[in-house]
């Protein structure tokens, strides 16, 4: 599903910047690392969310996550990235689980039965309906 950036650029979350940043970068890997960039900190979204303004499937967003390098994971704020119910799928990793809700804590960023409580910290995109 391709991007359609131009009801975006009014929004006040997503600097206008940023979405010329998403849609001139050259690989889909450059495309996610450039939305997750944009998330505020203290605020989560799920893959879909990234998918869709990069153009991709969830998977294949969080495939591209998981193979970040550990020199990218001060730049890159790849723990704001969770699943749609707010889970952490790296929980099945053990130590990257831990990590990421670790960070996600210190923004600020509040569990409910160990899921993200996304009615507060879903990062909200106005006039933009994900899948």
Not at 29 to 51: D, L, N, T
């Amino acid at each position: 599903m391709a991007s359609d950036f131009s009801n975006l650029i009014e929004s006040k979350f997503i600097p206008n910047n940023v979405l010329v940043m998403i849609e001139k970068a050259g690989s889909l890997k450059s495309k996610v690392y450039e939305f997750v960039k944009s998330i505020p900190e203290g605020r989560v979204v799920y893959y879909g969310m990234v998918a869709s303004f990069v153009g991709s499937d969830a998977r294949t967003v969080g495939w591209i996550l998981s193979g970040m390098r550990e020199d990218e994971y001060d730049s890159i704020p790849w723990q704001r990235v969770v699943g749609k119910q707010g889970s952490i799928p790296a929980d099945k990793l053990g130590f990257k689980g831990q990590l990421q809700r670790q960070l996600l804590e210190k923004e600020g960023v509040g569990f409910v039965d160990d899921l993200v409580d996304m009615k507060k910290f879903l990062m909200s995109v106005d006039g933009y309906i994900f899948t």
